[in-house]
């Protein structure tokens, strides 16, 4: 069963999370090791990408997206800047009005007018993301989580029950929605919803890998990995 309320689409399901303190603490290891090579091994890619983004924009090379993280604390997710200046401040500027009522359900817009051709470039490749390492490291975010949200998507489209569940754990660098779901599964059709409340209930270290492997594999073909 699914509630329709006047905000948004609420499915009925309430996951048992999944995941002790054995997991949690060799998790978080991963997450410490992992951000802190990438960062020494892709810095001088990130600075020539933050060069670029500035020259592209005409603002600021990054950005930082105010989200919610684990037990609704909220962080500022750290991503290169791919729209033109000023966009996001005044994004009825830009769009016309049902590529406003797009974002306001789902928080994107398809051909989305306001991202230059550089920053299309880092969404595609999900590049934009890269600088997410540093909040990784740390400890804002860990490699696979359900996708750091704000707290209206959260009162919009989760129960208090499931938004509870959903701000227990840390938001992920790429999630079981970005991996299988990006292309088709939403907030208006309940996908995405399902997509982020299953991934507590069967989350374990291998299947973390698997979401990143899934991951690349979404990123390199343009679609949703086939799930497993």
Known sequence: ?????????????????RG???????KRLFD??????????????????FIAAVIATGGHGTYIDKRIGKNGKEIGVLKFRTMIKGANEHPEAY??????REYEE????????????FGKFLRKTAIDELPQLFNILIGQMSFVGPRAVTMGEVEK???????????????????????YGKHS?????????RLELEYLERRSFSRDLKIIFSTFSSVLTDKDAKRR
């Open 1 to 17: 069963m699914e509630v329709q309320n006047n905000k948004g689409l609420i499915i009925d399901y309430i996951p048992k999370k």
């Open 20 to 26: 002790g303190k054995v997991y949690a603490f060799f």
């Open 32 to 49: 410490i090791c992992a951000s802190f090579l990438g960062l020494v091994v892709l810095s001088p890619v990130l600075l020539i990408i």
């Open 95 to 100: 769009l016309n009005l049902e590529q406003q």
């Open 106 to 117: 789902e928080r994107r817009v398809e051909d989305d007018p306001r991202v230059t051709k």
């Open 157 to 179: 489209n989760f129960s208090p029950e499931q938004a509870k569940l959903l701000l227990s754990v840390r938001p992920g660098l790429t999630s079981s929605w970005r991996a």
């Open 185 to 193: 599964a939403y907030y208006t059709n309940g996908g995405r919803q």
